[in-house]
């Protein structure tokens, strides 16, 4: 007999396998932050304090950047069932255009970059990011986008990989885990 106030808990199916779930969409509300604080923490007696608090400062500007952005340009869902019977995450790196949304994450994220404090390297990478001008945006976001990045603009890419990725995770926040299929071992389901 249960007596009243006694807290009923459901049975623990001992002996049976947990299934987790096949993907984690980004929650890009809190992602950011987490990862500053992470970041952060890290640092205190680390040799690599300055680069760490570097990183944790870049976070924050991914985080503090999203308020106010225009919602992003959704996956068509026809594009997202063509590339599952293909085997193809539906975010497709390599014909990525950039939207509205996009590009004010951009101007968002290298303007306030300015607030970090960063080496005089890192300053002049960022300022060469901000002088390319179109057609030098294009080509550094292929650059990360494709996995090629010169060693010798290193630097530039860290930011652009920074807004891409603000902006990745704000498209991927919006798909349905369940039209997600595996693309490959160890691959992102969407992009």
């Known amino acids: ?4 106030g006694t807290p ?4 623990i199916p001992i002996g049976d396998a947990a299934k987790p779930p096949f993907a984690r969409l980004p929650d890009p509300s809190t992602m950011f932050a987490r990862r500053a604080g992470r970041l952060r923490s890290l640092a205190d007696g680390n040799a690599l304090r300055s680069y760490l608090i570097f990183l944790a400062d870049l976070a ?4 503090r950047l999203q308020v106010g952005l225009p919602e992003v340009e959704l996956t068509a869902t026809d594009t997202i069932v063509r590339a599952g019977q293909f085997g193809m995450p539906p975010l497709e790196r390599s014909g990525f255009t950039g939207d509205d949304a996009f590009y004010e994450t951009w101007h968002r994220l290298l303007t306030l970059a300015d607030e970090i404090a960063m080496p005089d390297s890192a300053r002049l990478a960022l300022a060469r990011v901000k002088a390319a001008g179109a057609g030098g945006d294009a080509e550094l976001i292929r650059g990360v986008l494709s996995n090629a990045i ?13 807004v891409l990725e ?3 995770a704000r498209l991927a926040a919006h798909f349905d ?3 997600l299929r595996p693309v490959g071992q160890g ?3 969407v992009c």
Not at 1 to 4: E, G, L
Not at 60 to 63: E, L, N, S, V
Not at 156 to 161: C, G, L, Q, T
């Open 8 to 11: 009923q808990h459901d049975p």
């Open 1 to 4: 007999m249960t007596q009243i």
């Open 166 to 168: 603000v902006h990745f």
């Open 60 to 63: 924050d500007i991914q985080h």
């Open 150 to 162: 010169p060693v010798d603009a290193l630097a530039e890419h860290v930011f652009v990989a920074a």
């Open 187 to 189: 691959a992102c389901p």
């Open 177 to 179: 885990v369940s039209a």
